[in-house]
């Protein structure tokens, strides 16, 4: 979602500008500390070297009262404006190992009196400046944005990611002293949630559909917007059991959550089910899965479901076949052959300890990117980095490669630990 700023917000950010001449700013003075710039921060400790370095602040920052400048009528009463100091961690940074990323240090001076819409301008601007050319400006929400004030020698993090966050910060900022108004912002901008624009998709086909009520597709679709993957993993979750709570006596059916084919029978929605179903509407896509379709997946396939009468796949592919999806429509064949280099498939293969990452007694979840996985397994960007730079794009692709490639791959033992935690996690029991 773009940002939707008023005219003299888009003026601070220099949108119009930057197309043609990259002029600065008005407000946002140069970068003041070059010095510090290959650096990475000690986050509060540098609020101490800060003030040794006030004088060149000063320098660049007429407009501050610093110290040196002489007092006068503007310098009594409450302070108007504030120096506001970023270190911003780039989204081409945000991959590497916290130790190695390097921290652009940035300022820029705020008015008190500026609404938050300003405040965010201002901090996307300097997101954008540190990103380089041709960088665009990012949402908001790809930003987590901390701020200190420092205050009676008490530094605490606080989050600003709204309204009332920013005027705790205001009324914190107002109390500071002459000369010394200045805030901290820590920012680490992340990649674009492409899930959540995925999700919205979805929840707005399904509105068309009009199978959904309004006014819950509305707030799902509200809630796509705000809330991190697992969060909306767990309301598809709620969604999913609230509209197939099973009525029938627990005599006749004894699950409690169903999917009911035609023929009216009862595939029991277990939490593995759930899981994978959920999984897969975090995609948004409509083709694969909706809150009416389940995925197409060894889960929801007689082969693999013990618990199913026999004829329940063929209910569901004449299902598909009504719903005129050829490309979902074809039986699911979960053998797979690993596709990897000879020595390994024989270690792989002959070995009752498989080195491949998805073990042997488990079988895939649901198909997703890569991103996404790593984003609700919450594992690192490094590991992303080195999984996309040899071209996995998929999270099921994984399934075929080894843990001696992983570390070929240049994964670290930790790393392909973290990664044998989140695919087993995402992965489902065999039987
Ligand atoms: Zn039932």
Not at 126 to 147: A, H, R, Y
Not at 206 to 227: C, D, F, N
Not at 386 to 410: A, I
Request: hydrophobic share 30%; aromatic share 6%; glycine share 6%.
């Amino acid at each position: 979602m773009a940002p939707v700023f008023d005219a003299k917000t888009l003026r601070i950010l220099g949108l119009e500008p930057l197309e043609t001449s990259p002029s600065p700013p008005p407000l946002s003075p140069q970068p003041s500390r070059k010095a510090n710039y290959a650096q990475p921060s000690d986050s509060e400790d540098d609020m101490d070297d800060k003030a040794s370095e006030d004088e060149e602040i000063a320098d660049l920052a007429p407009t501050q009262g610093k110290g040196k400048r002489k007092r006068t009528a503007d310098d009594e009463g409450p302070i108007t404006e504030i120096e506001v100091l970023l270190d911003i961690t780039p989204v081409t940074e945000m991959s590497k190992p916290k130790t190695k990323r390097r921290i652009k240090k940035m300022t820029f001076h705020f008015a008190l009196d500026e609404p938050w819409d300003t405040m965010k301008a201002q901090i996307l601007s300097q997101v954008t400046k540190v990103g380089g050319e041709n960088k665009k400006v990012p949402p908001f929400e790809c930003c987590d944005v901390l701020f200190s004030v420092k205050d009676s020698g008490k530094t605490t993090k606080l989050s600003l990611t709204n309204e009332a966050d920013f005027k705790t910060l205001k009324d914190r900022a107002a109390k500071l002293p002459r000369g010394k108004a200045q805030i901290h912002l820590f920012v680490d901008e992340h990649e674009e949630d492409k899930q959540a624009d995925g999700a919205e998709k979805e929840n707005s086909n399904g509105a068309k559909g009009g199978k959904r009520s309004g006014a819950g597709s509305k707030a799902s679709k509200q809630a796509s917007k705000v809330l991190p993957v697992n969060e909306r993993k767990s309301e598809f979750i709620k969604q999913l059991k609230e509209k197939y709570y099973c009525r029938l006596a627990s005599s006749v059916c004894s699950s409690t959550h169903c999917f009911e084919l035609t023929g009216g029978k009862h595939l029991p929605l277990n939490f593995n089910r759930l899981e994978c179903w959920a999984t897969s509407l975090l995609k948004g896509d409509s083709e694969e899965s909706t809150l009416e379709k389940p995925p197409n997946h060894s889960l929801f396939d007689i082969n693999q479901a013990s618990t199913l009468k026999p004829d329940i796949l063929e209910e569901r592919q004449k299902m598909l076949a009504a719903k005129n999806a050829p490309a979902v429509a074809q039986p699911i064949i979960n053998v797979h052959i690993p596709q990897m280099p000879s020595a390994s498939l024989q270690q792989a293969t002959n070995s009752g300890n498989s080195d491949q990452l998805l073990p042997p007694d488990r079988l895939p979840g649901a198909s997703m990117p890569l991103v996404a996985f790593c984003q609700q397994y919450e594992l690192d960007g490094d590991i992303l980095k080195k999984l996309e730079e040899h071209k996995f794009r998929q999270v099921e692709h994984l399934r075929f490669t080894t843990l001696p490639v992983l570390e070929k791959m240049g994964l670290h033992f930790g790393e392909v630990a973290a990664l044998q935690h989140a695919v087993e996690n995402w992965s489902v029991p065999r039987t």
